[in-house]
């Protein structure tokens, strides 16, 4: 198994930026894929962005195109999306997720990933 821990959500204006990143432990982190999802308030969880196990690939939800990098340090065990350009709409509990199976590919299927964190809250006022 792997433990994920997410961080640096919080509150920021819409235009603003904010940076989450999420610490892995527990199992050799280079070999799996990781993905970042979002849950609005109200809404099912999404998609926002995946990245291969070691960084070649990424891909993107398209409401986010543009505005969000998916990136990962595998000497520190740790991925991160850093956003910009932030909405109200981006307002949600955001979580990373480890795909074990699939370290060559993304999958933007909930139920692909293996092991997920507590999640981060981000808020964007207007």
Same mark, same amino acid.
């Given at each position: 198994?792997?433990?994920?821990?997410?961080?640096?959500?919080? !509150?920021?204006? /819409? =235009?603003?930026?904010?940076? !989450?990143?999420?610490?892995?432990?527990?199992?050799?982190?280079?070999?799996?894929?990781?993905? #970042?999802?979002?849950?609005?308030?109200?809404?099912?969880?999404?998609?926002?962005?995946?990245?291969? #196990?070691?960084?070649?690939?990424?891909?993107?939800?398209?409401s986010v195109k543009?505005?969000?990098? @998916?990136?990962?340090?595998? /000497?520190?065990?740790?991925?991160?999306?850093?956003?910009?350009? !932030?909405?109200?709409?981006?307002?949600?509990?955001?979580?990373? /997720?480890?795909?074990?199976?699939?370290?060559? @590919?993304?999958?933007?299927?909930?139920?692909?990933?293996?092991?997920? =964190?507590?999640?981060?809250?981000?808020?964007?006022?207007?």
């Amino acid at each position: 198994q792997v433990q994920l821990q997410e961080s640096g959500g919080g !509150l920021v204006q /819409a =235009g603003g930026s904010l940076r !989450l990143s999420c610490a892995a432990s527990g199992r050799t982190f280079s070999n799996y894929a990781m993905g #970042w999802f979002r849950q609005p308030p109200g809404k099912e969880r999404e998609f926002v962005a995946g990245i291969t #196990w070691n960084g070649a690939i990424t891909y993107y939800a398209d409401s986010v195109k543009g505005r969000f990098t @998916i990136s990962r340090d595998n /000497a520190k065990n740790t991925v991160y999306l850093q956003m910009n350009s !932030l909405k109200p709409e981006d307002t949600a509990v955001y979580y990373c /997720a480890a795909d074990f199976g699939r370290g060559v @590919i993304i999958t933007t299927a909930e139920s692909a990933y293996d092991s997920w =964190g507590q999640g981060t809250q981000v808020t964007v006022s207007s």
